[in-house]
């Protein structure tokens, strides 16, 4: 007996990890799936426009003809001639003349473009020009954020245990190497006395993880300010409630694990277990705490280590160009300044811009609730201050 | 030819008329500084020196929560504004429930007509632009995507009244807001 089992516990190993991995893989799937077929639609929508030479170019290079027809021999005359009138004959200008849609709308163009488009960074070296392009990208956005936004969601979940699990191993190896050195600046004779104090200094310092209070839990859900005032009573309770169910099945999993012979209980089980955790999507991130500077250094590490790889291939631009492209982009601003020439190699580093645009996405996040709680203790200053005078002692 | 195109395109300035939303002058930089921290990024006018570059970086770190804060802020209020509206008049006509999502039906129509159906008729009015280009910038820019292949106030020749600026970025502001509330509605319908 003890033979088989051990097979078959690697395989309830595997089938767990499955289950736990799926729902995020099936997001971001669906997201690739999205863009490709985007892709796909943009591409021969796009790509087969037809090129006429229009009116106005045909102007353009007429007037452009006519004024090098004038020039003279003398170069400081023709350079007023120049600036004057090549300005405004440029301001005609339109860049569908000079494109050919079937090379910059070709698969992985389009790829790009539709990238650009759900991720909303919006370069603009791409843009659709056909009527039936603009609003097939309308409804393409429409559908495309939201589900970007998902993703995002979902995986700023994972990189906020990571990020929190991080941070409190690094305070409790703070706290460690403060203990040892009061330890050994007392010279405590008492062992047990410091262990206990060591670990006394541990469990203050680590706040994520550990069961919260009920204030710190209202600090922490910020979902709690949006509500009015009567639905938060009602919501506390609810959340009181929630948590004592979470305990209590946490208590029932081990229990059932035992006689693990029936697989359609397991089955049930792992089933539950993934549906319940698609409402968990983002109660991670709101629970995130890290100091707000941290982040930032985590920001500028990050875009640094791409912006040493990037003028690898993109040789026009350095160091600097590349964070500030870099930067540009992950925010999602994208301003569309810097050109690249081989957009494709930029699209194989998607994961590293996912990854990027969810600790911009985190860092955001803490500075909103940064700002929150500044302008409350302004606020609150500024009120306190109003009221003080205004006492009256009595006499 | 290219060249000059491409120079043209990487924003060398000449000495020429341009508006003031395409130079470097207060309304100019105001609206860039605009475009930035709501992360829409046209790239009409972007910056070029070294020092112009960090300082980008620094203001929109610092930018972008603070709209983001705004933008939550706004949202709240206009929210609480509707359920307000839908409270009294289920206390003035005695309605059921139901009424409230009635009610909110009705904001949310309203709000998209005042959003996104009727400013490209005033686009249409002030940049000579068709009914559905200007429907395409409306929705291009409150989604943040900005492409920047249409932007207002950039044809010199064309005058703008002096409010228009101001009415444009006050729309930007809460068609923002109203939007990033109709999707977190939305997911949260979805959840």
């Not at chain 1, 960074?121 to 659709?128: F, H, L």
């Not at chain 1, 060591?198 to 993880?209: A, E, G, H």
């Not at chain 1, 710190?216 to 639905?231: C, G, H, M, N, T």
């Not at chain 2, 609480?80 to 009294?88: I, P, R, T």
Request: charged residues 20%; glycine residues 6%; contains cysteine.
């Amino acid at each position: 007996m003890a033979l088989t089992s051990q097979p078959l516990q690697g395989k309830k190993r595997c089938k767990k990890i499955f289950w736990a991995v799926f729902p995020h893989a099936c997001f971001i799937l669906s997201l690739v799936i999205y863009a490709f077929l985007g892709a796909l639609m943009f591409s021969h929508i796009e790509g087969n426009r037809k090129v006429n030479s229009s009116e106005g170019y045909r102007n353009f290079l007429q007037g452009l003809w006519s004024i090098s027809k004038n020039l003279s021999d003398n170069m400081t005359e023709n350079e007023e001639v120049f600036k004057e009138k090549i300005y405004n004959l440029l301001g005609t200008f339109e860049q569908e003349w000079f494109v050919d849609p079937k090379k910059i709308w070709n698969f992985f163009g389009s790829l790009f473009f539709c990238c650009t488009v759900f991720t909303t960074v919006g370069y603009g070296n791409t843009y659709p020009i056909t009527r039936t392009g603009k609003y097939l990208c309308m409804l393409y956005a429409l559908f495309g954020i939201p589900l970007m936004f998902l993703v995002l969601t979902d995986m700023g979940d994972i990189l906020a245990t990571v990020l929190s699990k991080c941070y409190n191993e690094f305070r409790k190896l703070q706290s460690k190497i403060l203990a040892s050195k009061l330890c050994s600046v007392f010279m405590c004779k008492k062992e047990s006395e410091t262990k206990s104090r060591r670990s006394l200094l541990m469990k203050s310092k680590v706040v994520i993880n550990e069961p919260l209070s009920i204030v710190e839990v209202l600090k922490s859900q910020s979902a709690f300010k949006r509500k009015p005032i009567q639905y938060r009573n009602a919501e506390i309770f609810e959340m009181l409630i929630a948590r004592e169910k979470e305990y209590t099945k946490l208590s029932r999993t081990k229990s059932i694990e035992r006689w693990s012979s029936c697989p359609e209980l397991e089955r049930g089980k792992t089933m539950m277990s993934v549906i319940e955790n698609f409402d968990k999507i983002g109660k991670e991130l709101e629970k995130l705490d890290v100091p707000i500077l941290l982040m930032i250094l985590v920001i500028f590490v990050y875009i640094s280590c791409a912006a040493a790889i990037l003028p690898k291939w993109e040789t026009n631009l350095d160091f600097q160009e590349a964070f500030y492209f870099c930067f540009i982009t992950l925010t999602t601003i994208g301003f569309g300044d810097t050109q690249l020439q081989h957009p494709r190699f930029f699209l194989f580093l998607s994961l590293y811009i996912i990854i990027g645009m969810e600790i911009v996405f985190i860092a955001f996040k803490l500075g909103q609730d940064r700002l929150i709680v500044f302008y409350k203790k302004v606020i609150s200053f500024c009120g306190e201050k109003k009221i003080a005078p205004k006492k009256i002692y009595p006499k | 030819l290219q060249d000059i195109i491409q120079a043209y395109k990487s924003g060398i300035t000449l000495q020429g008329n341009s508006t003031s939303l395409g130079r470097w002058d207060f309304s100019g930089s105001f609206f860039f500084s605009i475009s930035t921290i709501t992360t829409i990024g046209y790239g009409n006018l972007s910056p070029s020196t070294a020092a112009g570059r960090v300082f980008c970086i620094f203001f929109a770190l610092f930018g972008i929560p603070l709209n983001l804060v705004l933008l939550n802020s706004i949202g709240q209020l206009m929210l609480s504004g509707v359920q307000h509206c839908a409270h009294h008049l289920e206390e003035k006509f005695h309605w059921q429930k139901k009424a409230s999502l009635l009610i909110k039906i009705c904001a949310l129509l309203t709000c998209l007509l005042l959003f996104l159906l009727l400013p490209p008729v005033l686009f249409s009015a002030k940049e000579g632009w068709s009914y559905e280009e200007g429907f395409y910038y409306s929705f291009i820019t409150l989604t943040t995507i900005g492409f920047g292949d249409y932007v207002i106030g950039m044809n010199p020749d064309r005058t703008y009244p002096s409010w228009y600026k101001n009415v444009v970025s006050l729309w930007i502001l809460f068609g923002m807001a109203w939007l990033a509330l109709v999707i977190k509605f939305c997911i949260n319908l979805l959840e």
